[in-house]
């Protein structure tokens, strides 16, 4: 076992940046809607100090609802698709692949969030796959191999589902489109192309909604 230190002595640099992306106003009032809800059960908790199973429930939907609503209006209606992290990441991945050989992991907590990425990369000149909880295990290494190996394959987009367990340090870029509750899971994707055998400096940006819950994790 190597010593944390030690390991760290072997990686190659990481700059991080977060991108803070301006919400619609119609991601604005689902973003509200939900935080009044949540606003409501706290009061209650701080009058009552006590929470029903079905008020803890409600809880955790509404803050779910609030992070999904930083990311599009489609994770919630599916008939709207109003959010501009897609099309930015699609553009900053367009960028970013103009070095030759560039290639990306892509994160989001929701499988919406990839389709609508998917929508925006369509007919591009570059190729990509997606990995989630639902792909059958020997197709996964098939997708890994296949962005490992194939030229034209430059990103990789990917649940948390991939967040673990993945050897991804053929990429050099990591994008978050969403932030997870826990420090430590976003930790865990970057470290799929920021680890032992990296030969790059990796690159991790954070999409972030503006004025929303995503800022204040």
């Not at 803070?20 to 009552?48: C, G, S």
């Not at 991945?93 to 989001?108: M, N, Q, T, W, Y």
């Not at 007919?123 to 989630?132: I, Q, T």
């Amino acid at each position: 076992d190597y010593l944390r230190d030690e390991v760290l002595d072997q990686l190659p640099k990481r700059i991080d940046n977060n991108v803070f992306v301006p919400m619609t106003d119609l991601q604005r009032d689902y973003h509200t809607e939900n935080m009044e809800i949540v606003a409501r059960i706290v009061q209650k908790w701080r009058r009552y100090r006590f929470l029903s199973e079905a008020d803890q429930r409600r809880l955790m939907i509404a803050l779910q609802r609030m992070r999904m609503s930083c990311d599009s209006s489609y994770l919630l209606d599916h008939q709207t698709d109003e959010g501009r992290k897609a099309d930015e990441a699609a553009e900053l991945l367009d960028e970013l692949f103009e070095r030759p050989g560039a290639k990306a992991v892509v994160f989001s907590q929701w499988l919406g969030m990839h389709e609508l990425l998917r929508r925006r990369l369509k007919g591009r000149k570059w190729e990509h796959v997606l990995f989630h909880g639902g792909v059958p295990g020997p197709k996964r290494k098939d997708l890994v191999d296949r962005f490992r190996d194939d030229p034209q394959c430059r990103a990789f987009l990917s649940t948390d589902a991939g967040g673990l367990g993945l050897n991804l340090q053929h990429a050099s870029i990591v994008l978050n489109m969403d932030l997870p509750w826990n420090p430590a899971k976003l930790e865990q994707r970057i470290g799929r192309v920021h680890r032992l055998g990296q030969r790059q400096p990796v690159r991790v940006v954070n999409f972030v909604a503006q004025g929303t819950i995503e800022e204040g994790m």
